[in-house]
């Protein structure tokens, strides 16, 4: 019985996902993807993870079972694209090879509303659609739901305090007016 009740609900899911996974099938670039559910230490989200990804269009470095994911794992995997559940960012620019990934040098790091990638049936289909927009934006031009997707901060890109970031910021526009009251 609890195996017929698994089945049907996969059936539901994939059902659910059918019409982003029939928009993604013809695709032929699928960006190696990374969803982190957590990132202190860096864990994968498991569960639908890898079917989600699928269905959204994207290569992962996923399984049904979350677990953490060494730094080595990350820099082997090389993502393209690292998407993070929350808000939480504490430690990542630690981890050995961060800033060599691929989505940080290429700035393609985001912030998902958690919910949108823990919630079973049509809360999973949304995420299917909202990561589908992510990786293939030019495909998908749906508006993203109000605040479900976010850029990460600059300091993940970057290695410096959001501080630091304002403080450059300002010593930019500093010297741009001392170069205009030059000329």
């Given at each position: 019985m609890t195996t017929q009740i698994a089945e049907a609900a996969q059936r539901e899911l994939l059902a659910a996902w059918e019409p982003v996974s029939k928009r993604t099938a013809i695709m032929q670039a699928r960006p190696r993807t990374v969803i982190l559910a957590s990132v202190n230490p860096p864990r994968s989200l498991g569960l639908w993870e890898k079917e989600l990804l699928i269905a959204a269009g994207a290569t992962g470095l996923a399984s049904s079972e979350a677990h953490d994911?060494?730094?080595?794992?990350?820099?082997?995997?090389?993502?393209?694209?690292?998407?993070?559940?929350?808000?939480?960012?504490?430690?990542?620019?630690?981890?050995?090879?961060?800033?060599?990934?691929?989505?940080?040098?290429g700035h393609e790091v985001y912030l998902v509303e958690p919910a949108y990638l823990s919630e079973v049936g049509e809360g999973l289909a949304e995420a299917a659609r909202v990561l589908a927009t992510i990786l293939h934006p030019s495909r998908f031009t749906e508006m993203l739901p109000t605040f479900s997707v976010q850029l990460a901060p600059m300091s993940l890109f970057t290695g410096e305090s959001e501080e630091e970031d304002e403080a450059d910021e300002e010593e930019n526009a500093n010297d741009a007016g001392q170069d205009d009251s030059h000329g």
């Open positions: 994911i060494s730094a080595e794992e990350l820099v082997a995997f090389a993502p393209e694209i690292i998407i993070i559940a929350g808000e939480n960012l504490e430690g990542l620019t630690e981890l050995e090879g961060w800033f060599t990934l691929p989505a940080v040098t």
